[in-house]
């Protein structure tokens, strides 16, 4: 009986000294591809890279996001591979474990644009079977954009178990690109894969079109060709559209930036040239009560915009009073007069604000509800930008809506039309005066809030969209917010389509001799005020 359990024993040792041999003699393909990496050789990286896509082991994931990351160490003396976690805890890449002491000649793998390019496909690979539709979305665009041949298998297992349509299509796409720029591919393959490229539509699909070599079958040469010039078609189209998305954005500011203009110089006759410096005002209003947020109170910088844009029109409408009551109030009558002192007024608020701040221009932070942009169709919208539009279409209904049903509005429409009759009608004109400029300065302070999201904050802000503001309101009509409004999109638009085919300060030139013949037939812009006073 004893002997029999002395042989079980010997047995189960040799078998156990056996797989200990064996896990020696070859470690797995996991456990090789890691060795690669302690090489220090770039071609090297990449065969471990390949290799531990191919092993599907479920540690592969963490290694490569290690190296991505920067965080993937390795020591040449002992043949080891490490991990680097976010609290510098070193563990085995091999077995888990963390290490208290590591190697004395521990050292980052390092990577260059070769090993990105295949970290990036491989990665990819590795997460087209993830639970998330989202991550399972950016791998398909990953293997579409790095055409590795070894994720076919990997993305031919992902398209079968795939449900959701959106993430299908990318995956189609991805399997399409790889076709195409197989040398193994059938010409009936590669045609089919140019249908599904050529249907995607974009400029990714247009350079792999392009990249075809010279001596493609003539079916697929042929199938590519037309597949291009439909690709190119659809490109020309949402590159218009993406041209008056710009126009749109392009044309909110100037709205924003012309309304006080078109207020002060419809009611009052006045053109202020240090109308600029009334939204740099709005704008350093808006650095400052950043600067106070981020020092005291960082948990409501997301709400700082809300903080900002009462204070804005709160400051530069004060300015406003204060110059019309000390300044403009002697100058009523005297167009030559009234535009020298306000350019003198520019210049002292323009130097005072560069005394204060320096020259250098502050860019300030964008609240993370602003943040980001999405893809509609084939343009890109960037949040920032449709929050503007959003925000200037609503100072501009609350400023009709202030002019239809408030006193104040009344009042000034009255004296617009006649001022005299106003006065007779017992309508106190200077103290309207003083108001609407204070309101047309208001509201260059928000727009200087806006403008402070899209463009750095420095002395020169203003200045870069008065001309431009002076233009809309002559367009549009002098006093008329609805001329306004259709001045401002269509000036912006227009200056968005020349650009590409003029320039930027060709484009503004074409556009300024467009007004100047325009105004040649209608001097009083398009949507012109009307009444006695008016017209006289």
């Excluded at 290799?51 to 390795?74: C, F, H, I, M």
């Excluded at 590591?102 to 990036?120: E, K």
């Excluded at 004109?429 to 309101?439: C, K, N, P, Q, V």
């Amino acid at each position: 009986m004893r002997s029999v359990c002395d042989r079980i024993v010997v047995f189960v040792l040799a078998v156990g000294l056996l797989a200990a041999a064996a896990t020696i003699a070859h470690a797995g393909p996991y456990e090789d591809a890691l060795v690669g990496f302690t090489a220090d050789s770039f071609g090297d990286t990449v065969d471990s890279i390949e290799a531990l896509t191919a092993s599907g082991d479920p540690r592969a994931s963490a290694v490569l996001e290690a190296l991505k990351d920067q965080r993937l160490l390795y020591s040449a003396e002992a043949k080891k591979v490490f991990i680097k976690d976010k609290d510098d805890k070193v563990a085995d890449a091999l077995t888990g474990e963390a290490v208290a002491a590591p190697p004395s000649d521990i050292d980052n793998v390092r990577l260059n644009n070769r090993v990105r390019g295949a970290l990036d496909a491989a990665l990819g690979s590795l997460t087209l079977m993830a639970k998330e539709p989202g991550r399972r979305f950016d791998a398909a665009q990953a293997v579409f954009k790095s055409r590795d041949a070894g994720a076919l298998p990997a993305l031919d297992k992902a398209l079968a178990a795939e449900t959701d349509a959106r993430v299908k299509k990318a995956l189609t796409e991805a399997r399409a690109a790889i076709v195409l720029t197989s040398a193994d591919a059938t010409p009936e393959d590669k045609i089919a894969a140019i249908a599904v490229i050529g249907a995607r539509g974009d400029q990714d699909s247009l350079a792999l079109l392009d990249g075809l070599p010279g001596d493609a079958p003539p079916q697929v040469a042929q199938a590519a060709a037309s597949a291009k010039s439909k690709t190119q078609s659809h490109l020309a189209i949402w590159n218009a559209v993406q041209n008056a998305w710009y126009g749109l954005s392009l044309g909110s500011v100037l709205l924003l930036a012309a309304i006080g203009l078109a207020i002060t110089f419809g009611v009052m006759g006045v053109i202020n040239m240090a109308h600029g410096e009334m939204v740099m005002l709005g704008a350093y209003t808006t650095f400052v009560v950043q600067e106070l947020i981020r020092a005291h109170n960082p948990a409501l910088f997301d709400y700082s915009l809300f903080i900002a844009v009462p204070l804005a029109f709160l400051v530069a409408g004060a300015v406003g009073v204060a110059i019309e009551r000390s300044i403009i109030r002697f100058l009523y009558g005297r167009p030559r007069e009234t535009r020298l002192a306000t350019s003198g007024l520019s210049l002292i608020q323009h130097q005072a604000g560069r005394t204060a701040s320096g020259p250098t221009p502050n860019d300030l932070a964008t609240p993370s509800w602003m943040s980001g942009a999405f893809d509609l169709g084939g343009i890109l919208i960037t949040y920032n930008r449709l929050w503007i539009i959003v925000f200037t279409l609503a100072v501009f209904v609350a400023l009709l809506a202030m002019l239809r049903f408030t006193r104040l509005g009344l009042e000034m429409r009255a004296v617009t039309q006649n001022r005299g009759m106003a006065a007779a009608m017992g309508i106190r004109t200077a103290r309207i005066d003083a108001l609407t400029f204070g309101l047309g300065s208001g509201i260059a302070g928000i727009a200087g809030v806006a403008l402070s999201q899209i463009d750095n904050v420095s002395p020169n802000l203003g200045q870069g969209y008065i001309i431009d503001s002076f233009m809309v309101v002559v367009f549009g009509g002098v006093g008329n917010l609805w001329g306004t409004l259709v001045g401002a999109f269509t000036l912006g638009i227009a200056n968005k389509f020349l650009e590409p085919y003029a320039g930027a300060v060709l484009g503004k030139i074409a556009i300024l001799v467009l007004i100047i013949l325009f105004i040649q037939k209608r001097p009083r812009g398009m949507f012109a005020l009307k009444g006695r006073a008016v017209e006289a």
